[in-house]
Structure formats: structure tokens, C-alpha cells
């Protein structure tokens, strides 16, 4: 990875001030801890109670409308990649 100087700079200040033998060490560490919480945020859905009832009574049908063109579609795409 290429970053600019006073980037690197400010990241061997940190690494050693955590106590890190080595920049690989830190960022390797910052990596393991960070990008399991930001994949996490990208493929989980977070409700209310409220809007989860909503949201299942829609699933269920009852008094909605068929779902529109644009739904459908997604659902389809969704099922493509495995969803």
C-alpha cells in the first residue's frame, strides 16, 4: 500500500505509541478490527420494532397492492448474486 509521507509518518508514530514492532503489525491489527464492523454495517438491515412489523405485514400481503416493477426486479437481481 502507497500513502503519502505524512501519512506514513503518522502512522509509525501511532504504531509505536501502541506499542507495535512494526507498522505491518498495526495495520494489519487496525484492519482485523475495523473491516469486520464496516462489511457488517454494508450487509445487515437494522430495524425498530415498529418498522419490522411493518415491513413483514408488506412481505405478507394483506391489503397492499402487488409489488411494482421496480421491487420485482430487485428481488430478481438479489436472487442472482445469491441472496
Keep these: 500500500m502507497r500513502v503519502d509521507a505524512d501519512t506514513k509518518q503518522l502512522a509509525e508514530r501511532a504504531s ?3 506499542g507495535y514492532a512494526s507498522l505491518t503489525d498495526f495495520v ?3 484492519i482485523r478490527e475495523n473491516a469486520p464492523e464496516i462489511l457488517k454495517q454494508q450487509t445487515t438491515i437494522e430495524l425498530s ?3 419490522f412489523d ?3 405485514a408488506a412481505c405478507m400481503g394483506g391489503d397492499t ?3 411494482g416493477p ?5 428481488a430478481k437481481r ?4 445469491g441472496f
Design 16 to 18: 509505536a505509541a501502541a
Design 28 to 30: 494489519t491489527h487496525l
Design 49 to 51: 420494532n415498529q418498522h
Design 54 to 56: 411493518q415491513f413483514m
Design 65 to 67: 397492492a402487488a409489488p
Design 70 to 74: 421496480r421491487i420485482l426486479e430487485a
Design 78 to 81: 438479489l436472487d442472482q448474486e
